[in-house]
Protein backbone atom coordinates (compact mmCIF):
# COMPACT_ATOMS: atom_id res chain seq x y z
CA UNK A 1 0.00 0.00 0.00
CA UNK A 2 1.69 3.10 -1.12
CA UNK A 3 -0.42 5.75 1.19
CA UNK A 4 -1.93 9.10 0.17
CA UNK A 5 0.40 10.28 -2.25
CA UNK A 6 0.75 13.98 -2.72
CA UNK A 7 2.92 16.03 -5.14
CA UNK A 8 4.75 18.20 -5.21
CA UNK A 9 6.58 18.00 -1.81
CA UNK A 10 7.88 21.33 -2.16
CA UNK A 11 6.36 24.30 -4.12
CA UNK A 12 7.98 27.82 -4.12
CA UNK A 13 5.68 30.35 -6.58
CA UNK A 14 5.54 34.03 -7.00
CA UNK A 15 2.86 35.82 -5.76
CA UNK A 16 -0.12 35.95 -8.29
CA UNK A 17 0.91 32.62 -9.72
CA UNK A 18 -1.41 29.44 -9.79
CA UNK A 19 -0.61 26.70 -7.61
CA UNK A 20 -1.94 23.12 -8.39
CA UNK A 21 -1.79 20.70 -5.38
CA UNK A 22 -2.06 17.07 -6.20
CA UNK A 23 -3.32 14.18 -4.13
CA UNK A 24 -4.03 10.67 -5.02
CA UNK A 25 -5.96 8.59 -2.18
CA UNK A 26 -5.65 5.34 -0.83
CA UNK A 27 -7.24 2.92 -3.24
CA UNK A 28 -10.72 1.99 -1.87
CA UNK A 29 -11.03 4.92 0.59
CA UNK A 30 -14.58 6.85 -0.34
CA UNK A 31 -13.38 10.07 1.38
CA UNK A 32 -10.83 12.82 0.85
CA UNK A 33 -9.82 15.86 3.21
CA UNK A 34 -7.88 18.60 2.20
CA UNK A 35 -6.13 20.41 4.96
CA UNK A 36 -4.13 23.28 5.74
CA UNK A 37 -1.74 23.90 8.84
CA UNK A 38 0.18 27.02 9.88
CA UNK A 39 1.97 27.21 13.34
CA UNK A 40 -0.86 30.04 13.59
CA UNK A 41 -3.87 28.73 13.11
CA UNK A 42 -2.80 24.77 13.22
CA UNK A 43 -4.69 22.41 11.36
CA UNK A 44 -7.58 23.63 9.18
CA UNK A 45 -10.17 21.65 7.41
CA UNK A 46 -10.87 23.50 3.56
CA UNK A 47 -13.05 20.53 2.14
CA UNK A 48 -13.76 17.45 1.85
CA UNK A 49 -15.50 14.36 -0.39
CA UNK A 50 -17.17 11.60 -0.29
CA UNK A 51 -17.51 9.42 -3.47
CA UNK A 52 -15.96 12.19 -5.27
CA UNK A 53 -18.72 14.24 -3.86
CA UNK A 54 -17.93 17.54 -2.50
CA UNK A 55 -19.62 17.71 0.79
CA UNK A 56 -18.57 20.21 2.87
CA UNK A 57 -16.37 23.25 1.55
CA UNK A 58 -16.87 25.90 4.68
CA UNK A 59 -13.33 26.20 5.15
CA UNK A 60 -12.38 27.43 1.63
CA UNK A 61 -10.63 30.60 2.21
CA UNK A 62 -11.88 32.22 -0.22
CA UNK A 63 -12.77 32.65 -4.01
CA UNK A 64 -9.15 31.81 -5.00
CA UNK A 65 -9.20 28.33 -3.50
CA UNK A 66 -10.94 25.80 -5.72
CA UNK A 67 -11.25 21.66 -5.09
CA UNK A 68 -11.82 18.40 -7.77
CA UNK A 69 -11.96 15.27 -7.57
CA UNK A 70 -12.79 13.89 -11.04
CA UNK A 71 -12.59 10.34 -10.07
CA UNK A 72 -12.03 7.98 -7.00
CA UNK A 73 -7.73 8.13 -7.16
CA UNK A 74 -7.06 11.49 -8.31
CA UNK A 75 -7.91 15.01 -6.54
CA UNK A 76 -6.67 18.83 -6.91
CA UNK A 77 -6.43 21.61 -4.82
CA UNK A 78 -5.77 24.93 -6.90
CA UNK A 79 -4.82 28.57 -5.53
CA UNK A 80 -5.62 31.31 -8.34
CA UNK A 81 -4.72 33.74 -7.83
CA UNK A 82 -1.89 32.86 -4.84
CA UNK A 83 -0.52 35.28 -1.97
CA UNK A 84 1.99 35.08 0.01
CA UNK A 85 -0.76 34.51 3.07
CA UNK A 86 -1.23 31.16 1.67
CA UNK A 87 1.92 30.30 2.74
CA UNK A 88 1.79 27.03 4.64
CA UNK A 89 1.94 22.82 4.50
CA UNK A 90 -1.24 21.19 2.59
CA UNK A 91 -1.90 17.79 3.60
CA UNK A 92 -4.60 15.57 1.87
CA UNK A 93 -6.19 12.76 3.89
CA UNK A 94 -8.18 9.54 2.84
CA UNK A 95 -10.78 6.81 4.82
CA UNK A 96 -13.01 4.43 4.08
CA UNK A 97 -15.82 6.93 5.70
CA UNK A 98 -15.72 10.63 7.04
CA UNK A 99 -15.83 8.88 10.63
CA UNK A 100 -12.99 6.71 10.50
CA UNK A 101 -9.45 6.78 10.31
CA UNK A 102 -7.77 9.26 8.42
CA UNK A 103 -4.60 8.77 6.50
CA UNK A 104 -2.25 11.70 5.68
CA UNK A 105 -0.29 12.51 2.46
CA UNK A 106 3.44 13.40 3.54
CA UNK A 107 1.99 17.35 2.54
CA UNK A 108 3.16 19.81 -0.01
CA UNK A 109 4.71 22.96 1.31
CA UNK A 110 4.08 25.99 -0.26
CA UNK A 111 5.70 29.69 0.06
CA UNK A 112 4.57 32.01 -1.63
CA UNK A 113 6.65 34.82 -2.02
CA UNK B 1 -19.12 26.12 15.97
CA UNK B 2 -18.46 22.80 16.77
CA UNK B 3 -14.94 22.56 18.86
CA UNK B 4 -12.31 20.06 20.45
CA UNK B 5 -10.17 21.43 22.86
CA UNK B 6 -7.01 20.51 23.94
CA UNK B 7 -4.75 21.21 26.41
CA UNK B 8 -1.92 22.26 27.24
CA UNK B 9 -1.15 23.77 23.95
CA UNK B 10 2.73 23.08 24.46
CA UNK B 11 4.32 20.89 27.62
CA UNK B 12 8.41 20.32 28.19
CA UNK B 13 9.24 17.50 29.88
CA UNK B 14 12.15 15.72 31.53
CA UNK B 15 13.30 12.72 29.82
CA UNK B 16 11.68 9.90 32.23
CA UNK B 17 8.94 11.91 33.19
CA UNK B 18 5.21 11.41 32.75
CA UNK B 19 3.15 13.62 29.93
CA UNK B 20 -0.51 13.62 29.55
CA UNK B 21 -2.43 15.72 27.46
CA UNK B 22 -6.37 16.49 27.76
CA UNK B 23 -8.94 16.62 24.96
CA UNK B 24 -12.47 18.51 25.80
CA UNK B 25 -15.94 18.80 23.88
CA UNK B 26 -18.91 21.02 24.60
CA UNK B 27 -20.67 18.11 22.91
CA UNK B 28 -20.89 14.42 23.10
CA UNK B 29 -19.04 12.66 20.83
CA UNK B 30 -19.52 9.68 19.05
CA UNK B 31 -15.84 8.97 18.57
CA UNK B 32 -12.52 10.26 19.10
CA UNK B 33 -9.26 9.59 17.74
CA UNK B 34 -5.59 10.13 18.18
CA UNK B 35 -3.03 11.33 16.30
CA UNK B 36 1.29 12.13 16.27
CA UNK B 37 3.05 14.03 13.94
CA UNK B 38 6.24 13.98 14.32
CA UNK B 39 8.65 17.56 13.87
CA UNK B 40 8.42 18.36 9.78
CA UNK B 41 5.74 14.94 9.21
CA UNK B 42 2.29 14.42 8.95
CA UNK B 43 -0.30 13.26 11.49
CA UNK B 44 -0.27 9.32 11.93
CA UNK B 45 -3.23 7.69 13.81
CA UNK B 46 -3.00 6.45 16.69
CA UNK B 47 -6.10 4.79 17.87
CA UNK B 48 -9.74 5.41 18.03
CA UNK B 49 -12.16 4.99 21.15
CA UNK B 50 -15.74 4.39 20.90
CA UNK B 51 -17.56 3.39 24.05
CA UNK B 52 -17.80 5.47 26.86
CA UNK B 53 -15.08 5.15 29.84
CA UNK B 54 -13.25 3.43 27.51
CA UNK B 55 -9.48 2.88 28.03
CA UNK B 56 -7.09 1.42 25.86
CA UNK B 57 -3.21 1.39 25.96
CA UNK B 58 -0.07 0.88 23.72
CA UNK B 59 2.78 0.16 25.27
CA UNK B 60 3.38 3.27 27.47
CA UNK B 61 0.47 5.09 25.91
CA UNK B 62 -2.72 5.07 27.89
CA UNK B 63 -5.48 6.47 26.26
CA UNK B 64 -9.09 6.95 27.99
CA UNK B 65 -12.34 8.21 26.74
CA UNK B 66 -14.81 9.86 29.37
CA UNK B 67 -18.07 8.29 30.96
CA UNK B 68 -19.75 11.37 30.09
CA UNK B 69 -18.07 10.97 26.30
CA UNK B 70 -17.28 15.17 26.00
CA UNK B 71 -13.26 14.11 27.09
CA UNK B 72 -10.58 12.08 26.49
CA UNK B 73 -6.53 11.82 27.72
CA UNK B 74 -3.50 10.68 26.36
CA UNK B 75 -0.75 9.52 29.44
CA UNK B 76 2.54 8.80 28.27
CA UNK B 77 4.58 7.15 31.08
CA UNK B 78 8.32 7.83 31.29
CA UNK B 79 8.81 9.97 28.29
CA UNK B 80 11.56 8.84 25.78
CA UNK B 81 12.94 11.54 23.01
CA UNK B 82 11.56 9.21 20.34
CA UNK B 83 8.19 10.30 22.02
CA UNK B 84 8.72 13.90 20.63
CA UNK B 85 6.12 15.42 18.30
CA UNK B 86 2.66 17.49 18.37
CA UNK B 87 -0.81 14.68 19.84
CA UNK B 88 -3.32 15.66 18.49
CA UNK B 89 -7.39 14.31 19.32
CA UNK B 90 -9.87 14.68 16.90
CA UNK B 91 -13.59 14.01 18.13
CA UNK B 92 -16.90 13.12 15.79
CA UNK B 93 -19.80 14.79 16.80
CA UNK B 94 -22.66 12.51 16.79
CA UNK B 95 -24.49 14.48 14.57
CA UNK B 96 -21.87 15.34 11.90
CA UNK B 97 -19.89 12.95 9.44
CA UNK B 98 -16.42 13.90 9.86
CA UNK B 99 -13.72 14.68 12.49
CA UNK B 100 -13.08 17.90 14.22
CA UNK B 101 -9.05 18.35 15.02
CA UNK B 102 -8.03 19.81 18.32
CA UNK B 103 -4.84 22.22 18.02
CA UNK B 104 -3.03 19.63 19.18
CA UNK B 105 -0.48 19.53 22.17
CA UNK B 106 3.18 19.79 21.44
CA UNK B 107 5.69 17.67 23.45
CA UNK B 108 9.39 18.50 23.93
CA UNK B 109 11.67 15.88 25.75
CA UNK B 110 14.73 17.54 27.88
CA UNK B 111 17.28 15.26 27.60
Known amino acids: DAGVIQSPRHEVTEMGQEVTLRCKPI?????LFWYRQTMMRGLELLIY????????DSGMPEDRFSAKMPNASFSTLKIQPSEPRDSAVYFC???????????FGSGTRLTVV | GQQVMQIPQYQHVQEGEDFTTYCNSS?????IQWYKQRPGGHPVFLIQ?????EVKKQKRLTFQFGEAKKNSSLHITATQTTDVGTYFC???????????FGKGTRLHILP
Open chain 1, 93 to 103: ASSLAPRLRYT
Open chain 1, 27 to 31: SGHNS
Open chain 1, 49 to 56: FNNNVPID
Open chain 2, 27 to 31: TTLSN
Open chain 2, 49 to 53: LVKSG
Open chain 2, 90 to 100: AGTMNRDDKII
